[in-house]
């Protein structure tokens, strides 16, 4: 048999599609006891698991072999009128047909990136923001600016001031706006009322695009989330949210919602199929079944006795070393270092003495940041939250004694 000869000819790989792994992707180590207070994950504990396995032999059953097809059977529909329904508490009021499901909101983000945004377009984000946007915006070869956050979120003055200031001088003013509203990914925050309201209005006056990524609004510890910046400006928000966080990412499924036009432009990526049909069946056999309220309070108990872990564990390790918001729901502690710490100087001993976290600068578009670190307090338990902590605070005493 004769091979074709090797081709050691470089291959010109689209520009758009960087060369290297994503950001955010735990360092590789031998040790298999490590603490990963890097994973953004949901303790496994959370998901409905013996639910869910009656919901998967339920979909096959009752809905036959439609529920194998292209475009499933009942669950889609029934997901979008629960997914309809359920936005209400974020005081959206849509009907079904504005709703589109997506392969999670990984997904959402790109085809509403695609959807909004030419080649050369200005996209604003957050600094910090969250990694897995910022790569999609990169793919759809936008041109990234970033605007502070503080405890409130987004600090909506400077956005304004950059917008008149834009207009003024002739510069560009962004088509879409990225923002997380609530338990901000990394910075744990959620937006004020206030400032919203201001950023709904802003849109509205510079015509542009709010993608409101709103992932972890369901783990509210405290109090519910405020209503969505997409009720402020129905016409110029895609709103974005996931069952990744409530139910579990292996099901991946997430949507969108917005208004009829945006919605329809979405959907031509999907070339006339769904996103995971038989997932959708699933889902909606469970949701059918499940007390969502009794599950979502449970989820939300273990989660905030794991956030109380870590605040406790920052402040007995760190004492006023480090200052950080406590979240009043989501995954992720950001810290803040003294001004000439930078985290990622100590990830790797971290890492060598058992803990992993993700150092600062992954999170924003500039080169800023070194001072930060996220912890996710989602994934482990109580226990290895105190340990992970304490291991990490030796690796930082033993950076800054040196
Ligand atoms: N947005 C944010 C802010 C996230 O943290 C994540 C998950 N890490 C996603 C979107 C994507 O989630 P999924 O695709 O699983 O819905």
């Not at 629960?82 to 047909?97: K, T």
Request: proline share 6%.
């Amino acid at each position: 048999m004769t091979h074709t000869p090797a081709n050691t000819q470089p291959y010109p790989f689209a520009k758009r599609v960087p060369a290297i792994p994503p950001i955010g992707a735990a360092q590789a180590s031998s040790r298999s006891d490590t603490i990963p207070l890097s994973f953004g994950a949901p303790h496994s504990d959370t998901f409905p698991y013996d639910a869910l396995n009656d919901a998967a032999s339920e979909a096959i059953l009752s809905q036959g072999r439609d529920a194998l097809q292209y475009a499933g059977a009942s669950g889609p529909s029934f997901l979008l009128d629960w997914i309809a329904a359920r936005s209400a508490r974020r005081a959206i009021n849509v009907e079904p047909s504005q709703v589109l499901l997506t392969y999670g909101s990984q997904q959402a983000i790109d085809f509403a990136a695609r959807t909004l945004l030419d080649p050369g377009d200005h996209a604003w984000v957050e600094a910090p923001t969250y990694f897995g946007a910022v790569s999609t915006f990169r793919t759809a070869e936008a041109v990234l600016t970033s605007f502070p956050i503080d405890a409130d979120g987004l600090q909506t003055d400077e956005v304004e001031a950059a917008l008149r200031a834009a207009v003024k001088t002739g510069k560009p003013i962004p088509k879409l706006l990225y923002v997380m509203p609530n338990f901000h990914n990394p910075g744990g925050v959620s937006l004020s009322l206030e400032r919203r309201k201001k950023l709904a209005e802003l849109a509205v006056e510079f015509n542009f695009f709010i993608l409101e990524d709103d992932a972890y609004t369901e783990l509210a510890f405290e109090e519910q989330a405020l209503p969505s910046i997409y009720s402020f400006a129905p016409e110029r928000v895609v709103y974005l949210s996931t069952f990744s966080k409530t139910i579990a990412p292996g099901i991946r499924l997430g949507w969108a919602i917005g208004s009829r036009d945006v919605i329809s432009r979405m959907n031509t990526f999907f070339q006339g199929s769904k996103a995971s049909v038989f997932s959708q069946e699933i889902v909606a056999q469970l949701l059918k079944k499940l007390p969502f309220e009794e599950h979502i309070a449970k989820l939300n108990g273990l989660y905030r006795a794991n956030r109380d872990a870590m605040v406790s564990a920052l402040k007995q390790y760190f004492g006023d070393d480090v200052r950080f918001e406590v979240p009043g729901g989501g995954f992720f502690v950001w810290l803040e270092f003294r001004e000439d710490v930078d985290t990622s100087q100590f990830v790797q001993d971290a890492y060598e003495r058992g803990v992993s976290f993700i150092h600062g600068k992954q999170f924003f578009v500039k080169p800023e940041g070194a001072r930060f670190a996220r912890l996710s307090f989602s994934y482990c338990d109580e226990e290895r939250i105190h340990n992970g902590v304490k291991l990490l605070a030796d690796a930082y005493y033993a950076y800054v004694d040196n």
